[in-house]
């Protein structure tokens, strides 16, 4: 959070909004389904591609705040398993945006402790992106700041499979049984905490297959701005908006006295 405000301009607009903001209540992960390029595009008369390529520097911009604010993990969804059916001349610019992302991006990433992964059925990407990919893993896994993941060839129910595969090998071999915990450890976002914030951009009111398992309580905010128009001013107006919100989870609000939750079972802490 210093970091953020050590970087605005005291005068500046994000300045007021970034001081609003509560530095105890961050959320720990925020989630984004960064939507509304081709329309961006559409909008000027350009090419779909030339909304990917002015999405790029709100990637940029989200990924900066984020890491200088402290937020634990930050989840961008770059392209779904349904992406392929899109025309090939536009996946294709979509896997060049991101190998010169990842090159140019580096030193960022390196300058914020960022430590980035890729979640999604990666292994089908091309060689050329899988490469880049594992070089930017390989280089950043030490870091400790933000935990950056770009879900790439995702799809939210294929992750579900693939850990529910992976879980019953172990079962099978008498190393796990089969509860929640267990699940989301084999989830690709194993050993992160779930996201507490699912922002959308462009107002579709759609969680298309994104981290199915891990929203299960996150607070979402869905906003008309499209992805390239997305701003540093108002990824805190999301923050803002989320710490102004009455996460419940199934609770009443504010905390139970003890005893008086009847029913609750063993080991489950009811908020
Ligand atoms: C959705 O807009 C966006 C995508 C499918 C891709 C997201 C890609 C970027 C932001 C740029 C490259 C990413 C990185 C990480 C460098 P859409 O095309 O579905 O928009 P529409 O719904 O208006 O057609």
Do not use: C
């Amino acid at each position: 959070m210093q970091k953020l405000l050590a970087e605005l301009a005291p005068a500046g607009p994000d300045y007021e909004l970034a001081r609003a903001i509560d530095p105890t209540r961050l959320p720990a992960h925020i989630a984004i389904i960064m939507d509304g390029n081709g329309r961006w595009a559409k909008n000027r008369h350009l090419p779909r591609v030339s909304g990917h390529r002015a999405g790029v520097q709100a990637v940029r911009t989200t990924v900066e705040t984020s890491a200088q604010l402290g937020i634990e993990a930050l989840t961008l969804y770059a392209f779904s398993m349904e992406n392929w059916k899109r025309p090939r001349a536009e996946v294709e610019t979509l896997w060049r945006l991101l190998r010169h992302y990842l090159g140019a991006e580096l030193p960022t990433m390196m300058k914020h402790g960022i430590r980035f992964s890729a979640i999604g059925r990666v292994d089908a990407l091309p060689a050329m992106v899988r490469g880049e990919l594992d070089e930017v893993i390989r280089r950043t896994e030490h870091n400790d700041g933000l935990r950056l993941n770009l879900a790439i060839n995702y799809g939210g129910r294929a992750e579900i499979v693939d850990a529910v595969k992976a879980l019953l090998e172990d079962v099978r071999a008498g190393q796990a049984e089969i509860d929640e915990a267990a699940i989301s450890a084999r989830l690709y976002t194993a050993g992160m905490p779930d996201p507490d914030l699912l922002i959308r951009t462009s107002g579709e009111m759609r969680v298309s297959n994104f981290l199915l398992w891990q929203i299960a309580y996150a607070e979402l905010y869905v906003t008309h701005t499209l992805w390239p128009d997305f701003t540093r001013a108002e990824l805190l107006e999301a923050i803002l908006d989320y710490q102004r919100r009455d996460r419940r989870f199934g609770g009443l609000g504010s905390p139970v006295p003890s005893g008086d939750a009847w029913m609750e079972p063993a080991g489950v802490r009811v908020r």
